[in-house]
């Protein structure tokens, strides 16, 4: 069974950077491609970006944000960056078998973390 857990979340000043991290568990990186999203509250769940089984990466959300992953810990991070006051939302991340999809629509994804909590603010 695939099994995703999100760590890193917390709260930041606007400006600052934060790493969030995914740990798979019952599979590996080269069996899944795996997104990071988020959700405001409010608001519909939207893609970040997505790295696939060979490695390559996808971004849905501009420069600020980068995906990576580590095949040795089975993880993948996302560096976000600039971060402002419209961030702040819980942020997933998720497992699809096959590869990223082009407008990282979360459609596709299964499993999913269960998320962690990023709030910006002063």
């Known amino acids: 069974q695939v099994q995703l857990v999100e760590s890193g979340g917390g709260l930041v000043q606007p400006g600052g950077s934060l790493k969030l991290s995914c740990a798979i568990s019952g599979a590996t990186l080269e069996d899944y491609s795996i997104g990071w999203f988020r959700q405001a509250p409010g608001k519909e769940r939207e893609g970040l970006a997505c790295?696939?089984?060979?490695?390559y990466s996808i971004d849905y959300n501009g420069s600020r944000f980068t995906i990576s992953r580590d095949l040795a810990r089975n993880t993948v991070d996302l560096q976000m960056d600039s971060l402002n006051m419209e961030d702040t939302a819980v942020y997933y991340c998720?497992?699809?078998?096959?590869?990223?999809?082009?407008?990282?629509?979360?459609?596709?994804?299964?499993?999913w973390g269960r998320g962690t909590q990023v709030t910006v603010s002063t």
């Open positions: 998720a497992a699809r078998p096959d590869y990223c999809s082009i407008l990282g629509k979360p459609s596709g994804f299964d499993p």
């Open positions: 790295i696939n089984k060979r490695g």
